[in-house]
């Protein structure tokens, strides 16, 4: 069966709805940043301190076309994937592309939690949200099911991804 990957912003959701809606479909469930950190052996944010953004951007995609060959997993992208057209071009391989979508002011909260994401540790983050969202936007259009995650739990979003994935008869329950 097709792999469900997920794109999408920084904070919209995308690994704790992943690992979710895996469980719930009986599906592996890769996190792409967090496997370059395990294969590095060092966090995203030293990446981009020590070698800088293009070193993990390679990383990066050496690690899409690795994935684009699988099957049933559920795949969590890091939000600049889309950046890259080979990158969606391999994630479409074998996969079905769900954007999760938040407001500003749900991910400026949501990333405030954690100071892990080197593109926004500027000074003022509203400003820096919009801007890289503006930027991104068509990129993210490119997905065959977008959802928004703002007013939603991660379980909520999960169900709402099964319900699609149902619908089009990507994945069945077994019985
Ligand atoms: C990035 C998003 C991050 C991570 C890196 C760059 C981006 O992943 O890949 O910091 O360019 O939007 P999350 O979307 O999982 O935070």
Known sequence: MKNIVLIGFMGTGKTSTGKLLANRMGYSFVDTDAKIE????????????????????????????????????????????????????????????????????????RTGRRNSRPLLERENRMKAVSELLQAREALYAQADFSLDTSGITPLQAADQILEFVKRERIWRARS
Not at 41 to 66: P, S
């Open 38 to 109: 395990q294969e590095c052996q060092m966090t995203i944010k030293e990446m981009f301190a020590v070698y800088g953004e293009l070193y993990f951007r390679e990383r990066e995609a050496d690690l899409i076309r690795r994935l684009a060959d699988g099957a049933n997993a559920v795949v969590s992208t890091g939000g600049g994937v889309v950046l890259n057209s080979q990158n969606m071009e391999y994630l479409r391989q074998n996969g079905v592309i769900i954007c999760l979508k938040a407001s500003i002011d749900v991910i400026v909260e």
